[in-house]
């Protein structure tokens, strides 16, 4: 296994009280919306990590002033917002990293600025599709060149003034929504957008969390463009997709009992709960109240046997950032596990149904792949492997908490992408496990 992990023995029972850091879709949109606010908003248990740091580094660049401090022992950031129209050119291209979230919703809210700017990302992010998010933002007006006939960063935006339009999605993706939306928050009159199915919806809430114009009917959102709104402080709950880590890790390693304090439990983010519950998980959920209009509980999860399940349509997409862990619940489980419609997997940081197939298949685990899914049968001895992340943080560590009862241990060829989403991961997981 890997360092701090090497030369272990198998885990011993995960016990205790955790918490995991802040929310990290959450964190990038109180960034954006208070860097358009006007005065002086604290966010609090912000998610100190990559991705987030690509998003407050934007933001700096283009004259926002944002200062890191700790409030007890919990991370918090000072936000002097200027206004919808404070936002001055970047002297330099903006880096997104590994980000799609920071380089999707910034390139909205860019679109209609009175500026030049130019968005990269790394080799991951550079492979990932911007079309989605060029279609619509130029149906509105804009101007975005990019490299691959404007479908892949970097991407070149030449500010315009937007003009409203109502916007079907071809797909339900939350940033692509948010990146019209954003476009549209700076544009006169009512933009609307047109969900196909349900995608998280941190951007509604937190756009009605700081009194901004706008209105949910069904599956349409209309914001009013280019009202004026003020500083909040927004409390970030911890992320969901960062304890699902230990969720499944608690689930699959016998005599654990685990309490994960102050998780947001977002409907559109908590499947994870419903998909562990339906393979047989005990996890029980103590519900504490709401926190920047995001509903937060602690969650008590327990050991337990788990049976194979199938996973589809809008189900499928509330798990999609869990998908690499939920395979490895899958591969302790009796029995199959199906997942389905889950094309956009291919898509993300990595192939993640190619890495995940890669991964298990070394473990000694019968997989198969579709184009939209793959099916896993489970079994309960485990080979240790090596496998590939191709950088994609979720990769890693779902390895990670697979190789604590994998014979020998897992060991993964990038540890570092971790940072993208959870820096404390590792320590927090071999102290759970090995001390
Ligand atoms: C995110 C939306 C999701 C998710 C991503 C974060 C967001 O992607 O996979 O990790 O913060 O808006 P979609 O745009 O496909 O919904």
Redesign the pocket.
């Known amino acids: 296994m890997n360092a701090p992990f090497a030369g272990e023995s198998q885990a011993k029972s995960l016990r205790g009280t955790i918490s995991v850091p802040g929310d990290?879709?959450i964190t990038?949109?109180a960034i954006i919306l208070s860097a358009l606010a006007k005065g002086r908003s604290q966010v609090q248990g912000y998610l100190v990590s990559e991705d987030c740091e690509r998003t407050i580094s934007a933001f700096q660049s283009m004259g926002i002033l944002i200062e890191k401090k700790m409030i007890g022992n919990v991370p918090a950031l000072e936000i002097l917002g200027k206004g919808l129209k404070g936002l001055s050119e970047p002297e330099n291209v903006i880096d997104c990293g590994n980000s799609?979230?920071t380089m999707?919703?910034i390139t909205g809210l860019l679109a209609g600025q009175p500026f030049f700017s130019v968005l990269t990302g790394d080799h991951s992010l550079r492979k990932r599709p911007m079309k989605?998010i060029v279609d619509p933002l130029q149906q509105m007006g804009a101007d975005v060149l990019g490299r691959a006939g404007g479908t892949k960063a970097p991407l070149a935006i030449n500010g315009q003034n937007l003009r409203p339009v109502s916007y079907a999605l071809p797909?339900?993706?939350?940033?692509?929504?948010?990146a019209v939306l954003l476009a549209g928050l700076t544009t006169e009159g009512c933009t609307k957008v047109l969900e196909p199915g349900p995608?998280?919806d941190?951007?509604e809430r937190m756009f009605e969390f700081f009194g901004v114009p706008f209105l949910k009917e069904g599956k349409s959102l209309s914001v009013e463009g280019g009202q004026p709104f003020k500083s909040r402080n927004i409390d970030v709950p911890g992320d969901i997709?960062s304890a699902a880590f230990f969720l499944v890790a608690a689930s699959i390693v016998s005599g654990s009992e685990l309490k994960i304090s102050k998780v947001g439990l977002n409907p559109t983010r908590a499947g994870i709960i419903e998909v562990l519950q339906k393979m047989g998980a005990d996890i029980q959920i103590e519900p504490r109240q709401t926190a920047s209009n995001e509903p937060i509980a602690d969650l008590l999860v327990r050991a337990a046997p788990l049976k194979g399940t199938l996973l589809e349509g809008p189900l499928m997409?509330s798990v999609?950032?869990e998908f690499p862990i939920l395979c490895i619940a899958a591969a302790r489980a009796e029995g199959k596990t199906v997942f389905r419609d889950a094309k956009?997997l291919r898509v993300?940081?990595s192939d993640r149904i190619e890495r995940m197939a890669e991964g298990l298949r070394g473990m000694g685990i019968e997989v198969e792949t579709q184009d939209d899914g793959l099916s896993i049968l489970g079994r309960p001895d485990w080979k240790g492997t090596f496998c590939k992340t191709d950088g994609d943080h979720r990769i890693a560590m779902s390895m990670m908490v697979a190789g604590l009862l994998a014979d020998g241990g897992n060991t993964v060829d990038d540890l570092n992408c971790i940072h993208t989403s959870f820096p404390g991961f590792l320590d927090l997981l071999s102290n759970l496990a090995y001390t």
């Open positions: 990290k879709s990038h949109r799609g979230t999707r919703l989605r797909i339900a993706s939350a940033q692509v929504k948010s995608s998280r941190h951007t997709s997409t999609i950032d956009e993300k940081e």
